[in-house]
Nanobody, 117 residues
Framework: QVRLVESGGGLVQPGGSLRLSCAASESIFSINYMGWYRQAPGKQRELVADITSGGSTDYADSVKGRFTISRDNAKNTVYLQMNSLKPEDTAVYYC???????????WGRGTQVTVSS
């Protein structure tokens, strides 16, 4: 079974940067969307950014201009470069991949990002 392996989370001070990575454990064909979601304590999981196989991107308003999503199709890997981090960015960040057809959704286990002084 294909797994998504996330890395790059951690503790950072406000204004700092982190880069998240999410790699599929084996080659995956028919990847449509790759993206990042996050869930803060007591809140619903929300879209942070996603990217299509063609490179089109979409971002949450709260991260536009600060976060950049990119992907390496040859490595089945998606990245999230996070700059100018704020305390409100603190959350567990989850990688999500959509395959298909038929449409199949895969989730990573999540990686904690904490922004605090």
């Amino acid at each position: 079974q294909v797994r998504l392996v996330e890395s790059g989370g951690g503790l950072v001070q406000p204004g700092g940067s982190l880069r998240l990575s999410c790699a599929a454990s084996e080659s995956i064909f028919s990847i449509n969307y790759m993206g990042w979601y996050r869930q803060a304590p007591g809140k619903q999981r929300e879209l942070v950014a996603d990217i299509t196989s063609g490179g089109s991107t979409d971002y949450a308003d709260s991260v536009k201009g600060r976060f950049t999503i990119s992907r390496d199709n040859a490595k089945n890997t998606v990245y999230l470069q996070m700059n100018s981090l704020k305390p409100e960015d603190t959350a567990v960040y989850y990688c999500r991949v959509e395959l298909g057809p038929p449409i199949t959704i895969l989730w990573g286990r999540g990686t904690q990002v904490t922004v605090s002084s």
